[in-house]
């Protein structure tokens, strides 16, 4: 089943500095329980493909589906969760709070709140840490809490807009791990965007090779390993071959120049 | 606590440098006096003397440079006149139940209190609507902006004049009110411009955040935007509530006004009365240094309590 299509897909930004051209004629369907990765070098239009998922932006040409209707309908039925960047937690809010937060503001009861907020922090790894206040946890333990909160409300697509750009290796290896299994428990629809190859042939069912002016998907590769992925895996040749061809792609499609 | 060694060494410099200017300052009328009671001036006839320079005077005359620390009514007074003065126009007056009497300094600093209390709640609140406005609207931004920045390039004392006259001339009665206008007119300003740049301050992430859970625009005021700009607010409120102090007393400077600090600086300054002048000063400064200081703990209890180092 088609979650998310998107149809001659076209976005140019109109800069001081002229036309940008964002996105040209992307074609792409993403099926119900994928783990679709982007990657592709800066202003290759990864971010902006998902903002269109998200109706952050709007296209200048083609058509985008989520669930069957527009981004902007998606977005009104709260029908996916955003993971930015930067995690992006309120200073004022405890984590708890935080959590809480997309649930306040979509007017769910105050007991379902609170079981929700519980059973997100427990998916993280997190409990214990409700009544701390984002300064007093480690960078990644940020992002685990951000991603609870995308996790809080049921939605069934996750859009990640590279979240673990900014940790270190080792932090972002268990991380990685973690997302699998979250991946894999709650069968949600993931939709992310990466600068890392590892990363990428790691974590995705498909990863969309994408390369910049304009912006646009140069490759789609069907991952072939097993569902289950130990961190090993990441040494054996059909790992290797497979960041290869995504290496190929990357390179075919950038002239350096 | 920290803080303290800091602030008492640069009291102490201020003092000695007080004391130092106080020989300078007064000698003259010191000479005029000892002269008139009959003792050796050099050179005589304060005419004469007008034509010395001062620190020859010093030298020439250093029997008697002991007086200027103890006259009568000194140009400039001594710290501890100064003190002497205040106690005799609070403490000593409070504790003989004269408080309230007219020649008390309690008296005059309350009549100033309440008028700067009012105008900061006055100038507080339009400064935090204004800048909701300018915050959620491009028309008030390109329109309330200039006007605010150009209202705080008129001079407050020809504006002061002009409030109290046109109060009175639709029926306000009393005084309160009208320097309140006046103090709120300088307050509004840094609250406005401070609230604007908190309301503004949440980074676009976090504004498509909630864009992403359809947020209304009532709930990202509540729980972005204002928790937001609380810190900003209360840096804000301590400019605010100096400044609202200040064009209080700007208030009842030029308006002949016969109550509150600013008439007793004002009215010191006609009869040639400078402890009173310095005095009426020093109740002022003092009376700033404990409403800076109370916001400064409210600040510190808010942000502690919003979770946010300190």
């Known amino acids: 089943m088609t979650v998310i299509s998107a149809q001659n897909l076209d976005l140019t930004f109109q800069t001081n500095d002229g036309p940008i051209h964002a996105l040209k004629d992307v074609n792409l369907n993403v099926a119900k329980g994928d783990f679709v990765s982007f990657i592709g070098p800066s202003g290759c239009g990864k971010t902006t493909f998902l903002r269109v998922i998200a109706d952050l932006e709007q296209p200048t040409g083609g058509t985008v589906t989520v669930n069957g209707t ?46 929700r907020v519980k059973r997100t922090l427990a998916l993280v790894e997190l409990s214990g840490f409700e009544k701390k206040f984002p300064w007093q946890l480690s960078g990644g333990m940020q992002q685990r809490a951000s991603i609870a909160r995308a996790l809080a409300f049921d939605a069934d697509i996750l859009l990640m807009d590279e979240p673990f750009g900014a940790l270190d290796e080792i932090v972002r290896d268990h991380l990685n791990e973690q997302l699998l299994q979250l991946w894999a428990r709650t069968g949600k629809t993931i939709c992310f965007v990466t600068h890392s190859i590892p990363e990428a042939v790691y974590l995705s069912t498909r990863i969309i090779v994408m390369s910049p002016r304009p912006g646009r998907i140069i490759d789609v590769i069907k991952n072939p390993l097993p569902k289950e992925r130990p961190l090993e895996l990441r040494d054996t040749p059909e790992f290797l071959n497979i960041a290869h061809r995504v290496r190929d792609g990357l390179r075919a499609g950038h002239s350096y120049d | 606590m920290r803080s303290l060694l800091p602030v008492l060494t640069v009291l102490g410099i201020l003092v000695a440098i007080w004391y130092l200017a106080v020989a300078p300052m007064n000698l003259r009328g010191v000479l005029d006096q000892a002269e008139r009671a009959g003792a050796t001036v050099i050179p005589e006839g304060s005419v004469a003397r007008r034509d010395v320079h001062i620190w020859s005077l010093i030298l020439d005359n250093r029997g008697h440079v002991a007086a200027v620390y103890d006259m009568k009514r000194p140009r400039l007074p001594t710290p501890v006149q100064v003190g002497g003065e205040l106690w005799k ?66 001079p407050i004392v020809a504006l002061a004049p002009m409030i109290i006259v046109v109060s009175n001339q639709v029926g306000i009665e009393g005084r309160t009110l009208p320097k309140a206008i006046i103090s709120a007119y300088l307050c509004f300003f840094p609250v406005l411009v401070s609230m604007v740049k908190g309301l503004r301050s949440p980074r676009l992430s976090q504004l498509n955040l909630l864009r992403t859970y359809s947020a209304t625009s009532a709930q990202s005021f509540l729980k972005l935007r204002l928790p937001a700009s609380v810190p900003y607010l209360f840096t804000a409120l301590k400019v605010g509530i100096a400044a609202a102090l200040v064009g209080t007393i700007v208030g009842e400077l030029p308006t002949g006004a016969i109550s509150g600090l600013g008439a007793r600086i004002l009215i010191g300054d006609q009869f040639g009365n400078s402890l009173a002048i310095w005095s009426a000063l020093f109740s002022a400064a003092i009376l700033a240094g404990v409403l800076v200081t109370a916001l400064d703990l409210a600040q510190r209890g808010v942000l502690k309590y919003m979770g946010m180092r300190v």
């Not at chain 1, 993971?83 to 809480?100: C, D, E, H, K, S």
């Not at chain 2, 409070?94 to 300094?105: D, N, Q, V």
């Not at chain 2, 008296?107 to 800048?131: C, D, E, K, P, R």
């Open chain 1, 70 to 115: 527009s981004p902007e309908e998606a977005r009104l039925a709260r029908a996916y969760g955003y993971v930015f960047q930067a995690a992006g937690l309120y200073p004022w809010r405890t984590i708890g709070a935080n959590i809480r937060l997309p649930l306040e503001i979509m007017g769910y009861s105050r007991v379902d709140q609170v079981e």
């Open chain 2, 89 to 154: 126009t609070t403490g000593e007056m409070a504790m003989k139940g004269r408080a309230w009497s007219k020649r008390s300094l309690i008296y005059h600093g309350w009549i100033t209190l309440q008028s700067t209390l009012l105008g900061f709640l006055l100038g507080t609140t339009v400064g935090i609507i204004g800048a909701v406005a300018i915050t959620y609207s491009r028309v008030a931004d390109m329109s309330l902006m200039p006007w605010a920045i150009i209202s705080q390039t008129i």
